[in-house]
């Protein structure tokens, strides 16, 4: 009779509150963290995330700072955190300074975040489920992300629970910061840092003398400007030259070029750097004539946010039109190799023709790139004085057409003029070789004949 009562009770439970879940199957984790703004230095967010098809009831959590020295201290303690987050939804908490937005928490104590802390999350049964440690912090999955600087958000962008990483499984956000709360309300934060458009006009508002600027908008800026920006790293130190290196702009969206930029240090002090990682450069901009580059004293100048970035694949941009393209961009062209002799390589795509400069460091074996064959090259646009070049990145930014599997081929002559006047040329040599066999053949059977019946008379 007893165990009828009980399943009649659990079966009511299910029916009143059957987004409730009984248990949950995965931890929840902490998504993103704001320390601070400049101007309100303890405006701090937390946004958890709850991975599970259900509701979870967070009652009896807590959150807890730990300092470079160990010492623990509540953000939320046990007995004031309250919420519902919902599935695969957030929860938002914020310190008590940080009024501005909608958050479903605030802070139980006036603790707050700093450099070279760590965050703990607990459950209902006092265990750490997840942590994130930056900087000098003590705490931390295998590894800790770097510090973070004002304004700026250590966002989540994977979920590794068998082997969590805190420098791979997070990065620095310094763009647009979005976060949500327990109702999936999209709230922006607001940005401190100056306005690139109105660098003269806010000038008050830059941090410690430096410029946070885009790849883009630095070339508008004035000689010896203090820089700090971000880009992706495309070549590395040795390739085009021992002292620099290009980055490029982080876009998502498909262009004719990439907009690029040189990062110089006179003493070669670089981190180790790889293709794809994506970086803060700090530095002074230094515009020489048509160099335009920024210049670093220190490796440390150089933080590697995140590694394995893509930019997007570009469109083809016609030899004619790079002229007007900005120099030290990265562009697509397509056309014949009809030079190749000693260190002046052309390619020339039915119009105009421009030199492609094979750099020493990038180890493109010249021999490659064959005299007739037709090509597509990926490459940073220099312009000189009288000139433009294209710099190939490495052999993978190479690519011969000539060699496309026949499957394919139907498909590029389609759109590619280039290919089909190869093929055409392929098939009038095959013609032309044929009507000489055939011509030869003709004549040869012909002497043969009158010399057979003379020899039969």
Same mark, same amino acid.
């Not at 150089?302 to 120099?327: V, Y």
């Not at 039915?350 to 990926?378: A, H, P, R, S, V």
């Given at each position: 009779?007893?165990?009828?009562?009980?399943?009649?009770?659990?079966?009511?439970?299910?029916?009143?509150?059957?987004?409730?879940?009984?248990?949950?199957?995965?931890?929840?984790?902490?998504?993103?963290?704001?320390?601070?703004?400049?101007?309100?230095? *303890? /405006?701090e967010? =937390?946004?958890?995330? $709850?991975?599970?098809?259900?509701?979870? @009831?967070? !009652?009896?959590? +807590?959150? #807890? %700072?730990?300092t470079?020295?160990?010492?623990?201290?509540?953000l939320?303690s046990?007995?004031?955190?309250l919420?519902?987050?919902?599935?695969?939804?957030?929860?938002?908490?914020?310190?008590?300074?940080?009024?501005?937005?909608?958050?479903?928490?605030?802070?139980?104590?006036?603790?707050?975040?700093?450099?070279?802390?760590?965050?703990?999350?607990?459950?209902?049964?006092?265990?750490?489920?997840?942590?994130?440690?930056?900087?000098?912090?003590?705490?931390?999955?295998?590894?800790?992300?770097?510090?973070?600087?004002?304004?700026?958000?250590?966002k989540?962008?994977?979920?590794?629970?068998?082997?969590?990483?805190?420098?791979?499984?997070?990065?620095?956000?310094?763009?647009?910061?979005?976060?949500?709360n327990? *109702? /999936?309300?999209? =709230?922006?934060?607001? $940005?401190?840092?100056?306005?690139?458009? @109105?660098? !003269?006009?806010? +000038?008050? #508002? %830059?941090?410690?003398?430096?410029?946070?600027?885009?790849?883009?908008?630095i070339?508008?800026?004035?000689?010896?400007?203090?820089?700090?920006?971000?880009?992706?790293?495309?070549?590395?130190?040795?390739?085009?030259?021992?002292?620099?290196?290009?980055?490029?702009?982080?876009?998502?969206?498909?262009?004719?070029?990439?907009?690029?930029?040189?990062?110089?240090?006179?003493?070669?002090?670089?981190?180790?750097?790889?293709?794809?990682?994506?970086?803060?450069?700090?530095?002074?901009?230094?515009?020489?004539?048509?160099?335009?580059?920024?210049?670093?004293?220190?490796?440390?100048?150089?933080?590697?946010?995140?590694?394995?970035?893509?930019?997007?694949?570009?469109?083809?941009?016609?030899?004619?039109?790079?002229?007007?393209?900005?120099?030290?961009?990265?562009?697509?062209?397509?056309?014949?190799?009809?030079?190749?002799?000693?260190?002046?390589?052309?390619?020339?795509?039915?119009?105009?023709?421009?030199?492609?400069?094979?750099?020493?460091?990038?180890?493109?074996?010249?021999?490659?790139?064959?005299?007739g064959?037709?090509?597509?090259?990926?490459?940073?646009?220099?312009?000189?004085?009288?000139?433009?070049?294209?710099?190939?990145?490495?052999?993978?930014?190479?690519?011969?057409?000539?060699?496309?599997?026949?499957?394919?081929?139907?498909?590029?002559?389609?759109?590619?003029?280039?290919?089909?006047?190869?093929?055409?040329?392929?098939?009038?040599?095959?013609?032309?070789?044929?009507?000489?066999?055939?011509?030869?053949?003709?004549?040869?059977?012909?002497?043969?004949?009158?010399?057979?019946?003379?020899?039969?008379?």
């Amino acid at each position: 009779m007893k165990k009828v009562i009980i399943k009649k009770i659990i079966l009511l439970f299910l029916i009143l509150f059957p987004k409730i879940s009984l248990a949950q199957d995965l931890p929840i984790i902490i998504n993103q963290v704001l320390i601070g703004q400049n101007e309100e230095v *303890k /405006n701090e967010f =937390i946004e958890l995330y $709850n991975p599970n098809d259900s509701p979870l @009831n967070l !009652e009896g959590y +807590s959150l #807890k %700072k730990k300092t470079a020295g160990g010492t623990e201290s509540n953000l939320v303690s046990t007995k004031n955190f309250l919420g519902i987050i919902p599935a695969k939804g957030f929860f938002l908490i914020s310190s008590l300074e940080f009024k501005e937005i909608k958050a479903d928490l605030s802070y139980s104590s006036t603790a707050s975040l700093s450099i070279n802390n760590s965050l703990l999350l607990y459950n209902q049964n006092k265990e750490v489920i997840d942590k994130i440690g930056w900087g000098g912090s003590s705490d931390f999955y295998q590894k800790p992300i770097i510090n973070p600087e004002k304004n700026e958000s250590i966002k989540r962008i994977k979920f590794n629970y068998d082997k969590p990483n805190n420098a791979e499984d997070f990065i620095i956000n310094s763009d647009l910061i979005e976060i949500r709360n327990s *109702k /999936n309300e999209i =709230i922006t934060i607001k $940005n401190y840092l100056e306005n690139a458009d @109105n660098i !003269e006009k806010e +000038s008050t #508002k %830059k941090e410690n003398n430096i410029y946070k600027l885009k790849i883009s908008e630095i070339k508008k800026a004035k000689n010896r400007t203090k820089i700090k920006t971000e880009g992706i790293v495309i070549n590395l130190p040795g390739e085009f030259g021992s002292q620099y290196f290009y980055i490029l702009e982080e876009t998502e969206n498909q262009k004719n070029y990439l907009e690029c930029m040189q990062i110089y240090n006179y003493y070669k002090k670089f981190p180790d750097l790889k293709i794809g990682d994506k970086i803060k450069v700090t530095g002074e901009l230094s515009i020489n004539e048509s160099v335009i580059k920024i210049k670093t004293k220190e490796a440390q100048d150089i933080i590697i946010l995140s590694s394995n970035n893509d930019w997007p694949e570009m469109k083809e941009t016609p030899i004619s039109s790079l002229n007007e393209l900005p120099n030290d961009s990265l562009v697509k062209i397509k056309g014949e190799i009809n030079q190749n002799r000693a260190n002046m390589i052309y390619i020339d795509d039915g119009e105009k023709e421009i030199i492609i400069e094979i750099k020493k460091g990038t180890k493109i074996n010249k021999k490659t790139l064959e005299e007739g064959n037709f090509y597509t090259i990926e490459g940073l646009l220099v312009k000189k004085e009288n000139e433009i070049e294209i710099l190939p990145l490495s052999e993978k930014s190479i690519k011969n057409l000539n060699q496309v599997d026949k499957e394919s081929i139907g498909e590029i002559i389609k759109e590619n003029p280039l290919v089909l006047k190869s093929e055409k040329r392929t098939k009038e040599k095959i013609i032309i070789k044929y009507f000489l066999i055939t011509t030869g053949g003709i004549v040869f059977y012909f002497l043969l004949e009158k010399k057979i019946k003379k020899f039969l008379k």
